[in-house]
């Protein structure tokens, strides 16, 4: 009986932590000088459900040959694995093209960027060079 009087504040405390917050930052190369384009996804990989955890989604044009960003800091559900996964969805048209194109649209995502401890705040630094690189089919389900 004793028991049952320990186990609900013991459950109550469990559900009311929270996970400690995650710094984002994530750095974009495009190697070639022309005005280029991306839309990007950063997500963290759940390994062990189905679903990803979304958390912001970007679209901006640039000449600029890098581009930063910077993420307040963000408390995480998980996947009650010991680390969080962050990896970023890329559909873009840092590319050189291909004779009369002038450049072509592309889908990447590259392996896993980031891979930070759930215990204690903890950066995630992204750095990416995206010039040439993905597939030139659209990033579908995850944008629209």
């Known amino acids: 009986m004793i028991f049952h009087r320990i186990l609900l504040p013991i459950l109550l405390g469990v559900s009311l932590m929270k996970s400690d917050p995650i710094n984002i930052s994530l750095n974009v190369r495009c190697q ?16 062990t459900f189905p679903t990803h955890d979304y958390l912001t989604q970007e679209s ?19 996947d009650l694995s010991p680390s969080y996964e962050f ?15 002038p450049f072509i649209w592309r889908c990447y995502s590259p392996e896993t960027l980031a891979t930070v401890p759930v215990k204690g705040e903890q950066t995630a630094a992204m750095d990416v060079e995206i010039g040439n690189k993905g597939r030139s089919t659209e990033c579908w389900p995850l944008m629209g």
Request: aromatic residues 18%; glycine residues 6%; contains cysteine.
């Open 87 to 101: 990896n970023v969805l890329f559909w873009h048209n840092c590319t050189q093209g291909e004779g009369r194109i």
């Open 60 to 78: 901006f044009c640039t000449t600029d040959p890098f581009i930063e960003f910077r993420y307040p800091p963000r408390n995480l559900n998980g």
């Open 32 to 47: 070639f000088n022309v005005n280029w384009c991306a839309n990007l996804t950063v997500y963290e990989e759940d390994n």
